[in-house]
């Protein structure tokens, strides 16, 4: 068995941190991804985790101003499935190796571009550094007083760059789908301001209505000026310190699981008293502060190892202890899924990496070698770029085919969604966006991101946009048949319950797959479909 893009060529120029990501992700799906560095190296090689960026790649040196260089560059795309562009805009151009001049040579080539802000955009010409893109898309202000300065809060995670390598992959795999029919390839663009926005429209649907219905919905900050949450969701999101010193962040956003951490606390007396009884809704600033103060003095009552006794007798209740650094690495469940992976780096010595984030019962994932040392591919690779450049016949086709200028590269691709709140059902929406048909089955009261905020709706538009819906009782004979009647006619089926809820319900990968066995079954739920965390919420 092999990986499932054994056989893709992929070269990789511009050595930004997306670019580096997405090939190293290809590459630990088989992809034979060559690194192309300038004299002395890329960059990211002095980052810490280059280690993980660079490994399963070949790497060769080449100046591309050099006329000798790049024409070794162009004998390596003239072969290759995908190029990968991290330059800034224009860049690829001036140096003679952007999409028209490549397509022309190797018309099958899908060219992907990851920019800062996009090419056609006033900011094109700006860096784009990820603190500049996060600043200007408002994400900084959005967490204002989550600090106690006054103020933006600045954010360290990299949400930007991180989004422009999905989105650059999912832009790229869409595409060699879409070659199968058209024997085509094409150019894929994105940039690290559309991805934050696509993958965050929260704080943009709020204002949106807060500015269309004032009178009706109200935009307020995560946080008043006393540092009081403002809504419910903040502290369903409870962040607190157990009487040992350890942090834990909740996530009882549905209901349910909120009364049942309210039951744990030993607060359910609350819910007879007029004074509290519509916890966690209060209108009142001081009722919301005074009710806090007693959540997070409730987890201050119980240790850490008290609190984990809670979470295994009570699956309803759940909270993650917060790690620095490696410690993830170390994390019951990445120990007990395999999903970490020991590499001898030529220059680090060991290294613990987290391992290919998918796992595939046919076509397995594997990191084949570790982070080449520089030019370590080189001369081999200059060989195999003369070979190429011999044999190419440039002046290929480079138009889409005759079968329509409105045809979208997932279009006849059908989805069936089972799962609910936020990442299985905002991934199927990505694909929708490519045209893909999504079937999202709910409760009958509807998936519970319906109902998050007050404003109907709200906080489910993004996950909700381009589906079919059927709301019905999975957990009865008659739902659970309309389902596999939907998997036999689906292409994929998208799950994102937790451990065991699927099988429960006879709609898990090898009940499916007994229908159809053409089905793509993914199971995304939040931690594993087993081991100690699979059935934590």
Request: aromatic share 8%; glycine share 10%.
């Amino acid at each position: 068995m092999t990986g499932p893009l054994e056989g893709i060529r992929v070269v990789e120029f511009g050595g930004a941190a997306p670019t580096a990501q997405a090939g190293q992700m290809l590459a630990d799906f088989g992809a034979d991804v060559v690194q192309v560095e300038p004299p002395g190296g890329s960059a990211l090689r002095a980052h810490p985790v280059y280690a993980m960026w660079g490994r399963g790649k070949g790497s060769i040196v080449l100046d591309l101003k050099d006329a000798g260089d790049r024409a070794v560059a162009l004998g390596l795309t003239d072969r290759a499935d995908v190029v990968l562009d991290g330059f800034r805009p224009g860049v690829a151009e001036r140096l003679g190796i952007g999409f028209a001049e490549l397509a022309q040579r190797n018309p099958r080539l899908v060219h992907s571009s990851i920019t800062g802000w996009g090419r056609s955009s006033p900011y094109a010409d700006v860096p784009g550094y990820e603190g500049l893109v996060m600043a200007k898309l408002g994400v900084f202000h959005a967490y204002g007083r989550m600090s106690s300065r006054p103020g933006p809060s600045f954010i360290s995670t990299p949400y930007a760059a991180y989004s422009a390598t999905q989105s650059a992959l999912i832009g790229v795999l869409a595409a060699l789908y879409e070659r199968e029919s058209s024997g085509l390839g094409q150019h894929v663009e994105t940039d690290l301001a559309l991805a934050a926005a696509g993958l965050d429209p929260w704080n943009q649907m709020l204002h949106m209505l807060g500015e269309r219905f004032p009178d009706a919905f109200q935009n307020k900050p995560t946080y008043d000026e006393n540092l009081i949450p403002s809504m419910s969701l903040t502290i369903r999101l409870l962040v607190a310190v157990t009487s040992d010193g350890h942090w834990l962040q909740f996530s009882q956003v549905q209901p349910r699981l909120f009364l049942a951490l309210i039951e744990e606390a030993g607060l359910s007396w609350m819910l007879e008293d007029p004074e509290w009884s519509t916890l966690p809704e209060f209108e009142d600033p001081d009722h919301r502060r005074r009710f806090i103060e007693k959540l997070m003095e409730a987890v201050r009552q119980k240790s850490l190892a008290e609190w984990q006794a809670v979470f295994d007798r009570n699956p309803n209740v759940f909270a993650e202890v917060f790690r620095q650094g490696t410690e993830l690495l170390h994390h019951p469940q990445m120990v007990h899924a395999g999903q970490r992976v020991e590499l001898t780096d030529p220059e680090r010595g060991a290294t613990l990496q987290p391992a290919p984030a998918v796992w595939m019962s046919g076509t397995p994932t594997a990191v084949r070698a570790p982070a080449p040392v520089l030019d370590a591919d080189g001369e081999r690779l200059r060989v195999e770029a003369a070979s190429a450049s011999a044999s190419a016949s440039p002046g290929g086709p480079t138009g889409r085919p005759s079968s329509g200028p409105n045809a979208l590269p997932l279009e006849g691709l059908t989805i069936l969604e089972l799962g609910t709140f936020y990442a299985g059902p905002y991934g199927a929406t990505v694909l929708t966006d490519l045209s893909a048909r999504v079937i999202k089955v709910e409760p009958l009261d509807g998936d519970p991101m319906r109902m998050l905020v007050a404003f109907p709706e709200a906080g489910a538009a993004k996950v909700l946009q381009g589906k079919e819906s059927i709301a019905i009782d999975i957990g009865s004979s008659e739902g659970q048949e309309v389902v596999r009647a939907l998997a036999e006619r689906a292409d994929i089926v998208l799950r994102s319950f937790r451990a065991g809820v699927a099988e429960r319900l006879g709609v898990d990968a090898e009940t499916l797959l007994a229908v159809n066995p053409q089905l793509m079954y993914l199971d995304a739920p939040g931690y594993g479909i087993d081991g100690p965390y699979g059935h934590r919420p």
